[in-house]
């Protein structure tokens, strides 16, 4: 919409002395956020160690994240881990806030608190710890004999089908308190008036529950929703220590190669191009959720 | 268009140009190899100067032998000045690459043997090879050819186990077995002599109900020590030495290599390992074995001294048993890693005699007093008898009979990822023999036809 006082300038200093007061902030952003991204986007294009003198590639270095089997995996990898990283806590949290929320238990803050734990805790001690359960003498195993399941008892990491389901629980574990205390604050700002006039009208716990506390909380959700498919989706920390990828190559994800590809392997133009690709599916999948987000809470 | 649009654009454009004014890796220039005519061996004459080193020695007793060396050093050569900067083998692996492009690397590096890192670096140019000093000091008599091979790579940085010396190593590991002699002796079963033994005790020892062998390989290259073991029985030394450095010419296809690759399917099949294996972490698996859990452990002699203190007199060590009792040894082995000089380095000849102090049989005496494994002089060293006398005398004794074959995960610079992944899906019943030989023929091969 063409503004209609468009050659008049607006009072106050004029616009250009914004910009100045911007400088300092945009210079760090640029030195220690947009250039070392250009960078990367550029060594992308390049076949390159590390040490010796860079090849141009063009494109081929992105072409084989598109041929490449193992790469395509890690990207599929990285899906499902969304499932345990952000759909499994966003419902787990739902229903654990809900509750919490309604039941005005006693000591609430100190059930926030437990339930928040988690989070505090260093990925890397999380990861350690998980490993020791996970392990064929661990106590998950443990658990299972001693409530007679030996057959279920298993090395979990070991095992090709549960590998990468037991990372995600992991995840699931770490990112439930995140999400719950999140929505706890949501639904706490929500006004028990509204309550009020839906019980007046009839409505049941669940009534309630879908009519009043979930329209109320999508920017909650939308929020934790972002913030845990990001953990998801660059998840490195806990597949390094847990798993190192293996067994086989069944939960290797982007992140991972991305290290493996530039410190290991010394294919730092292939590492770049991963972590560039990466960094645009980040950054559309936020877009869609803020974008569903948005408009459902603009009333 | 709006001006702050084009205001972006401008700025977006002019970073794009400032990060495309170069091509990645143009401001290493390669400096000439250095050609020195005599050696100044005697470090005292050298001058003041200031050698900085960079060591993984972060451990223990290899801690301990790194400090006596180097004050050893301080006192025989005052005029000579260390800074030594120590970390830790994951954390030295992936700054080393930085520091070598820097403008002031260090003068000594402890560089990993295989391709990605000292291969890597032989290629830029970042370190000199040390020939002139083998001659001045007589390197080659200290090291045989076996150990040497480790350190070698032709000036291009493609063969690997050939060519020049860029590297001195301080101690030598070989891959073995651990036998808990309590054990076979409560299994009637006596140390194996040959491999046909050692086949025939795993089935004695599974029909007393525990599984004989154990392996954590959740880290996936544990297994690797495994293949490698079952491998030197199969195939000729020579093949496995091809394969590991990659080079052209040999073929994992081969009825040797499937006849390797089946034994372990077999001993899967037998149920000989711990079960859960590939979900059970390396050291919670040798720690399970010091604590009684199985008859042996295939592993290498880094863990001597742990297993030494925790097992006391019931724990032993023999190399790989050969198809007969007095058959040639051939074990998967190496070095420590080594020791190299960077091009850059103001002070090459400080730093060859550095280089020469701590790999001195002096050196390797104060290596075997701190408990490390000596990798020249092995068998004339003090030992305490038992496990430490095994491991020495075994080591002492596959260096002597050139029985020693690279680490499979050597040969390729994917290969450590390949044979990990392709063991794991082995081992698990995942893949057959012949998929397991197909997966690493591909990697090999197409590594080996453009490598040249």
Redesign the interface.
């Known amino acids: 919409m063409p503004s209609p006082r468009r050659t008049a300038s607006p009072p106050g200093e004029p616009r250009r002395i914004a910009y100045l007061y911007l400088l300092p902030g945009f210079a760090v952003y640029a030195a220690f956020l947009l250039y070392p991204l250009l960078r990367s986007v550029q060594l992308s294009l390049y076949d390159w160690d590390g040490l010796t003198l860079g090849r141009w590639v063009g494109l081929a270095n992105y072409r084989e994240i598109i041929s490449d089997v193992g790469l395509r995996a890690a990207f599929g990898h990285a899906l499902v881990l969304m499932v345990f990283f952000a759909v499994v806590p966003v419902c787990v949290g739902l229903l654990l806030a809900s509750v919490l929320n309604r039941a005005k238990v006693r000591g609430l803050a100190f059930f926030r608190t437990v339930v928040f734990l988690p989070q505090v805790v260093a990925m890397v001690v999380v990861a350690v710890a998980w490993r020791r359960i996970y392990g064929p003498d661990g106590s998950l195993n443990d658990l299972l004999r001693a409530i007679g399941l030996d057959s279920l008892a298993r090395g979990w990491l070991g095992d090709y089908a549960l590998a990468l389901p037991a990372v995600g629980f992991v995840g699931t574990w770490f990112e439930t308190g995140l999400v719950t205390v999140l929505l706890l604050a949501g639904m706490g700002r929500i006004n028990g008036s509204l309550y009020e006039a839906a019980r007046l009208d009839g409505a049941g716990p669940v009534r309630e529950f879908l009519a009043v506390t979930l329209p109320s909380v999508r920017g909650e959700i939308a929020v934790a929703s972002t913030l845990t498919v990001i953990a998801a989706l660059r998840t490195f920390d806990l597949v390094y220590v847990t798993t190192s990828g293996g067994p086989g190559n069944s939960t290797s994800v982007p992140s991972y190669e991305v290290y493996h590809r530039a410190f290991e392997l010394g294919r730092v133009g292939s590492a770049a191009a991963i972590g560039v690709t990466l960094t645009l599916v980040i950054l559309a999948i936020s877009l869609v959720i803020n974008r569903i987000g948005d408009r459902e809470t603009t009333r | 268009m709006t001006r702050t649009t084009r205001?972006g654009i401008a700025?977006g454009l002019g970073?794009?140009g400032?990060?495309?004014a170069c091509?990645?890796?143009?401001n290493?220039s390669a400096p000439p190899p250095s050609t020195v005519s005599s050696v100044q061996t005697d470090a005292s004459k050298l001058g003041d100067v200031t050698l900085v080193v960079w060591d993984q020695e972060v451990r223990g007793g290899q801690a301990e032998q790194m400090k006596q060396l180097n004050d050893a050093f301080q006192a025989k050569y005052p005029n000579i000045k260390l800074k030594r900067v120590s970390r830790s083998f994951d954390d030295l692996?992936?700054t080393l690459?930085l520091a070598?492009?820097g403008n002031e690397p260090p003068d000594v590096v402890e560089a990993n043997n295989g391709r990605?890192d000292m291969g890597?670096?032989v290629?830029?140019n970042?370190l000199i090879p040390l020939d002139p000093y083998v001659a001045a000091y007589g390197w080659d008599k200290r090291y045989p050819a076996s150990v040497r091979q480790y350190s070698s790579y032709t000036p291009d940085g493609k063969t690997f186990g050939q060519g020049n010396l860029y590297g001195l190593p301080q101690v030598g590991e070989v891959v073995g077995i651990f036998y808990s002699k309590k054990k076979l002796a409560a299994a009637g079963v006596q140390p194996p002599a040959t491999w046909a033994d050692f086949e025939a005790s795993l089935a004695a020892l599974k029909a007393k109900g525990e599984p004989p062998l154990v392996l954590g390989?959740?880290?996936?290259w544990p297994a690797i020590h495994v293949f490698g073991t079952a491998q030197g029985r199969t195939t000729s030394p020579d093949a496995i030495k091809q394969l590991a450095f990659g080079r052209k010419g040999a073929s994992w296809k081969s009825d040797e290599n499937l006849k390797a690759a089946q034994t372990l399917t077999d001993w899967v099949g037998k149920g000989y390992f711990?079960?859960?294996?590939?979900?059970?972490?390396y050291d919670?698996a040798w720690q399970?074995f010091a604590k009684g859990k199985g008859t042996y452990l295939i592993a290498g002699t880094w863990l001597q001294a742990d297993l030494g203190k925790a097992m006391g007199s019931d724990v032993g060590f023999m190399l790989p048993p050969g198809t007969s009792a007095d058959a040639k040894p051939i074990a998967t082995g190496g070095t420590g890693l080594p020791f190299a000089i960077t091009a850059k380095s103001k002070h090459p000849e400080a730093a060859a005699a550095y280089l020469n102090f701590i790999t001195s049989p002096d050196a390797m005496s104060t290596l075997a007093k701190t408990g490390n494994l000596p990798v020249a002089d092995t068998a004339a060293q003090q030992t305490t008898p038992g496990l430490q006398q095994d491991v020495f005398n075994a080591f002492g004794k596959i260096v002597t009979d050139d029985g020693l074959v690279p680490y499979l995960d050597y040969a390729t610079?994917?290969m450590?990822?390949t044979i990990?992944?392709a063991l794991?899906?082995l081992l698990?019943g995942?893949a057959t023999p012949e998929q397991f030989a197909d997966r690493l023929e591909k990697d090999y091969s197409a590594f080996a036809s453009t490598n040249g």
């Open positions: 205001l700025a970073l794009l400032l990060v495309s091509t990645p890796g143009s290493t692996k992936t690459k070598l492009t990605s890597a670096f290629k830029a970042q390989n959740l880290e996936k711990n079960e859960g294996f590939n979900g059970q972490d919670p399970s610079p994917t450590p990822d990990g992944a794991q899906d698990a995942k």
